[in-house]
């Protein structure tokens, strides 16, 4: 616990790595063969939008992916808008007038050579900020290091079903964490859902060790099931938390690697300041 905690006022931010009109993460393990790998997302901020369309490669290959060209890609809603992408670099497609709204459905396919690639998501309807961040100094111990940690607080709606994923920024860059004397990137797969905590305010400590004068942004994103199957999934592989190497749950079925997700993006930022001073 906290010695003490500490409040300062948070601004609403609307930056573009909060959209995550860009994210992209490339993971295969499964050694079957190449397969076509998809990541995609619509939110609820402006776009554009990217999907970026890959080949996979074996466990034992270097990571990298080689872009595919030439596909026919088009997302369109529930409201029968539909919009064809552009392929602005290799593998890379983006939208122009394509906007996410709160409440829509949206479809993704994919048509390649003869093959058609189809994956769903919903953006949920309610808009959940972060009502606020919280910061206080702790000493260390054996499980953290001497500084300022963070927790955010949400209010889940009522209702089962509501799933989250939290990002951290520190100075606008993501953090590293040491172990084993190595520095390792945060993969910033804070994942939460409300199967305890119905209707309830939602705390989320992070286990970052900060320092005073940090610019914390935090940004929630409110998911559906399928998007948060994914990101679920992909941290267990990582983790090593399979039995055998294994891809995370794909909305595109087993017809192809990755995801398609739609979300909504609410977003904070707290300055940690020693509270003696912020008195001053």
């Known amino acids: 616990m906290y010695s003490k905690f500490w409040h300062i006022g948070a601004l609403i931010l609307s930056l573009a790595f909060f959209s995550a009109c860009e994210e992209v993460i490339e993971l295969d393990l499964d050694d079957g063969g190449p397969m076509l790998n998809i990541e995609g997302v619509v939110a609820d901020q402006t776009g554009p939008y990217l ?72 953006i949920p309807p309610e808009r959940i900020p972060i009502k606020n961040l919280e910061y206080g100094y702790r000493k260390g111990s054996f499980f953290s290091d001497d500084g300022y940690y963070v927790t955010a607080f949400f209010e889940d709606p009522e209702g089962l079903g509501n799933y989250y994923r939290l990002v951290l920024l520190v100075n606008g860059e993501e953090y590293f964490f040491e172990v084993d004397g190595d520095m390792v990137r945060d993969n910033n797969l804070w994942l939460s859902d409300d199967k305890y905590t119905d209707g309830n305010i939602q705390d989320f400590e992070f286990p970052h060790t900060l320092e005073e004068g940090d610019t914390v942004d935090v940004a929630l994103y409110h998911l559906d099931q399928t998007t948060y199957d994914y990101y679920r999934t992909l941290e267990e ?16 079925g087993d017809e192809a690697l990755g995801y398609f997700g739609a979300y909504s993006v609410t977003s904070l930022r707290v300055i940690i300041i020693d509270p003696e001073k912020e008195e001053e």
């Open 51 to 122: 999907v970026k369309i890959s080949r996979s490669v074996g466990f034992y290959e270097d990571n990298e992916f080689p872009p595919v060209s030439g596909a026919l890609v088009t997302i369109s809603d529930n409201e029968g808008h539909k919009e064809t992408l552009e392929e602005i670099s290799p593998g890379i497609y983006q939208t122009n007038t394509l906007r996410g709204k709160r409440g829509n459905s949206y479809d993704l396919e994919v048509e390649l050579e003869g093959k058609s690639y189809q994956a769903s998501s919903q």
């Open 237 to 252: 592989v990582i983790d090593g938390g399979g039995v055998a190497p294994s891809n995370p749950l794909s909305n595109f």
